[in-house]
Each structure stands twice: as structure tokens, then as C-alpha cells.
């Protein structure tokens, strides 16, 4: 396929998702162009690291369904040619996004016994945690390569591996307290967003931000900083949805979840035991979201709204997208992530 013809397709891939927007569309396809290059780089890095041909990337796909499954990373790669990043930091950055990427999810392929990822150890090896494991120390390694490389000098590089391991650990501590004994009540909506859902979607996806926040100067420094403020509240957004989906898997591994807390505390349909909730989530073909729609339609709201403000912050700091983009892209995520009808549902369709 000619570059030509790449470009056509990855425009079409968008549009096709309702962003038809010049300036933003043009950037999200620039964006995506270069997270390509960035990850056929990665791939060579690994291979560098690993005796033969121990590892296997994903399957090619579509642009459209490689635009879903690396929607954010593209979308902080935009974020860095908009802040002005020289294209050799870009890479870097997006080197290191991408280990981060491939640590945190090795971390969860541990905790659920699961087989998920950017890239895949092969290495004959049957445990899942030993892969993971290995797979970890080779983001790490390559990581501290990158931030030697894009550093100014070893005490920036410190600060940079302080910063991430410090963002690690903060979310860590989220899904630590995520969970309850069984028996007793779940934690209140608040107190789930303020403790939760802030420590781990929230740092989760400024993880992307610790290295040019610490790396960059002057203006640039001060537009990564405003497109911080909102990728904190997209990130809040994002773990809010998730728990309008993740509901029946949460109630029965005794998981702090927000709809939950919201039917149990709120009373928006009518008050409700955690003991009714639990049946809920021990029928195949559960009418939970029917009989509680009014409290789930209130955490989408509110999830949209969060949302909105965090990519209001975005062009703030010069992003190029405006509030009728933004409700496009919010509904193309919605479809994405399988939550169409949530979207027509909500107070922004």
C-alpha cells in the first residue's frame, strides 16, 4: 500500500467515527501516522533485547480498529505536536507510553490470569506470570534507555524514573483499596471517585505525561501542564464508564464499583440491599440496567460532563478540538467501547 493510500485510510478511519473537524482531524492522522513508525520501532528495541524470535506482536488489523485499540495513544502523540515537542522526543515519549502501556498491562494479565497486551513474550516458558514478568523487565529497560536518551542530564533522568514509579505506585494503591470484605457495605459514591477512580484512571493516563512534564521548559512545559489538568478529568470520565459495564464482574470479586454505590446510596430507583444487587449479578440474563436506568443514565451524565471539561482544558492549551468535536468523539467512544445506546440515552446525544 502506497503512503498515499495509508494517509486515505487512516482519514477514513476517522471520519468514519464522525471527526471531520480540519484541524483536529488532520492531526489525529499526522498522530497516528507517527504512533506506527513509533511502534515498529518499539518492536525492533525488543527484539534487540530478546534472544531470537521470543516474542509476537498483534495481529495487523484495520485502521479503524487500530485507531480503537490505541485510541489514547495516538491521541497524547497529538498532544505532543501540538505542544510543539521536536518529532525526536515525540518518539521517545512515545516509546515510553508504550512500555508503560505493555507494564500495566502485564501487571493486570497477572492479577486476572489473562493473556492481553501490545506485544507477547513467546519465550517457551507456560507461566503466565513468568512472561509477564519478563515482559516487564524489558519495558523497564527499555524505558530508562529512552529517558537517558531524551534527557538533558542524569539528574532530569532521575526525576523522570522518581515520577513514573511514584505514578505506579498511586495507582497501585487505587486498586489496592478497590475491594471490600464480603459483608460489609460498599464505599460511597464520593468516596469512590475521590480515592479510587482519581488514583487509578485518572494517573493511569497522565503516566503518558510524567516525562515531558519533567522534560520540557518554558511554553511547552506550561501547555503540558493545562493538557494535564484535562487528561485527568478524561481519565476520571473513562473509569466511570467502566464501571457502568464492569458492574456484575466487580459485585461478585467484591469490588468498590460506582454504579453500584450509586444504586445502593443514591436512591435514584428506589432504594435497593446489596443482597438484591448480588442476585443481579448471579443472573445470566440480568435486568439491572433496566431496573436501575436512572442511576446509570446519572453516572453517564456525569462521566460525559467530566469529559467535556477535560477536553475543554485541552483547548485551553491550544489543542485543536471544540465542543461539538469533542460530543463526536465522545459518541465514537461510546460506540467503540459498546456503549451506543448509553450515549443516546444520556442528556448529550
Not at 533522568?157 to 460498599?186: F, H, N, V, W
Not at 466487580?250 to 438484591?276: H, P
Not at 436506568?293 to 478540538?321: E, M, W
Amino acid at each position: 500500500m502506497s503512503t498515499k493510500q495509508k494517509k486515505t485510510e487512516r482519514i477514513s478511519a476517522f471520519l468514519s467515527l464522525g471527526i471531520k473537524q480540519g484541524k483536529f482531524l488532520l492531526i489525529l492522522t499526522r498522530a497516528a501516522h507517527e504512533h506506527k513508525l513509533m511502534e515498529k520501532y518499539f518492536f525492533q528495541l525488543v527484539a534487540k533485547m530478546i534472544p531470537g524470535e521470543e516474542f509476537r506482536e498483534p495481529e495487523k488489523c484495520s485502521m479503524a480498529k487500530y485507531f480503537q485499540k490505541n485510541f489514547f495513544s495516538i491521541l497524547f502523540v497529538s498532544m505532543f505536536i501540538s505542544a510543539g515537542i521536536s518529532p525526536v522526543r515525540r518518539k521517545s515519549y512515545g516509546i515510553i507510553l508504550h512500555c508503560l502501556r505493555a507494564i500495566v498491562t502485564a501487571a493486570d494479565n497477572i492479577i486476572d490470569n489473562e493473556d492481553k497486551g501490545a506485544i507477547f513474550l513467546d519465550a517457551g516458558i507456560k507461566s503466565r506470570v513468568l512472561n509477564n514478568f519478563l515482559l516487564t523487565m524489558v519495558a523497564q529497560q527499555i524505558i530508562s534507555e529512552q529517558v537517558r536518551i531524551v534527557s538533558g542530564s542524569p539528574g532530569t533522568a532521575a526525576k523522570i524514573q522518581q515520577d513514573i514509579l511514584s505514578c505506579l505506585c498511586s495507582i497501585a494503591r487505587g486498586e489496592d483499596i478497590s475491594c471490600y470484605q464480603p459483608g460489609q457495605p460498599p464505599m460511597s459514591p464520593q468516596l469512590i471517585i475521590g480515592e479510587i477512580h482519581s488514583a487509578i484512571g485518572s494517573r493511569l493516563l497522565t503516566l503518558a505525561l510524567v516525562a515531558p512534564l519533567v522534560n520540557e521548559s518554558g511554553a511547552t512545559l506550561a501547555v503540558m501542564k493545562e493538557f494535564e489538568q484535562g487528561i485527568l478529568n478524561i481519565g476520571l470520565a473513562l473509569q466511570m464508564l467502566d464501571d457502568c459495564t464492569d458492574w456484575r464482574q466487580d459485585l461478585l470479586d467484591n469490588k468498590n464499583n460506582l454504579l453500584v454505590s450509586t444504586i445502593l446510596y443514591d436512591g435514584r430507583d428506589g432504594y435497593v440491599n446489596i443482597e438484591k444487587l448480588l442476585e443481579f449479578a448471579n443472573e445470566k440474563k440480568s435486568t439491572l440496567e433496566k431496573d436501575y436506568h436512572v442511576s446509570r443514565k446519572y453516572i453517564v451524565d456525569q462521566a460525559i460532563k467530566t469529559a467535556i471539561d477535560g477536553f475543554a482544558k485541552l483547548s485551553d492549551g491550544g489543542y485543536p478540538i471544540d465542543k461539538t468535536e469533542t460530543i463526536a468523539l465522545l459518541k465514537a467512544m461510546f460506540t467503540l467501547r459498546g456503549m451506543a445506546g448509553d450515549f443516546s440515552a444520556s442528556s448529550y446525544s
